[in-house]
């Protein structure tokens, strides 16, 4: 039985918001560990898919995750974000360990404290294209907005509209989903995932159905986040992507191991200044 307190300031139901977007804002200065896996297993029905998996994820910095298809990466991203809950082991949050949390709690840890781009975009079909961007903005509430310094719901679609922007998707805000090809409702998801500047990305095959300059301009874009500060985790099969990482890992046969030395020369993400300044 796991033993550990839920943080002070989350004791309460009045102190929660404050509490975890004080303890976001800690993340970037006091913090550099943002996340941490801790011999987390996981299986479907009869199969183990995570089989004591660990990890970190620090603040400005990149990590990739590659492996076969059905290996577990989705399900891997999923528990780090709060989605899906592990068999056994932990997900710590700034140290703190997320088994503590209540529902209500993992909720807004999870909607404040993560951006999560989707393998497939998950887009509301009746919404459009701003609006979906806005999502968060009125999912996630006040504490959240501040944390990502846009409080007002000017700040939030003046954000919107400049992620478009950036993401060559301007002139389709008032469009509707299915009028987008594949690539572009991609690209919208990972507007809505960056609209509150959440200090962790998590992002699914990011560059999965784009053609090969929509896909670097997305790669660009995400490698450019450490350089803000913001930790970036990447699942991707394009080992070209992979490569740009800080640190990359190799799941497979549900162990997660760093990548073979060969494949693995560690760089730095190629910072892009212009691009972590506007994001
Ligand atoms: N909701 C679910 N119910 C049952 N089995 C599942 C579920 N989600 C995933 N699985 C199984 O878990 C395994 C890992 O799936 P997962 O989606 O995490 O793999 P993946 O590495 O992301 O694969 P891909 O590269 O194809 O996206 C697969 O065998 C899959 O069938
Ligand atoms: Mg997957």
Redesign the pocket.
Known sequence: MNTVKSPPFLRSSRARNSGFSLLALQSFSLFPVLLEARHISRA??A?T?LDDVSFRIQAGESTAIT??????????LSILALLLRADSGSILINGWDSLALSDAERAFVRNTFFGFVF?TAQLIGSLTVLDNVLLPSLLAGRAARERGHVRSAHDCRHRARALLDRLGLAERAAHLPHMLSNGQRRRVALARALLLRPPVVLAD?PTNDLDPRNAAAVADFLLGLPAGGHALVL?S?DPELAVRANNRWR?EAGHLTPASPGEATFTRSPANPETASQL
Do not use: A, R
Not at 67 to 76: D, F, I, M, R
């Open positions: 479907w029905g199969g898919i492996g076969p298809s059905g290996s577990g990466k989705t399900t891997l393998q095959e699942v099969h799941l």
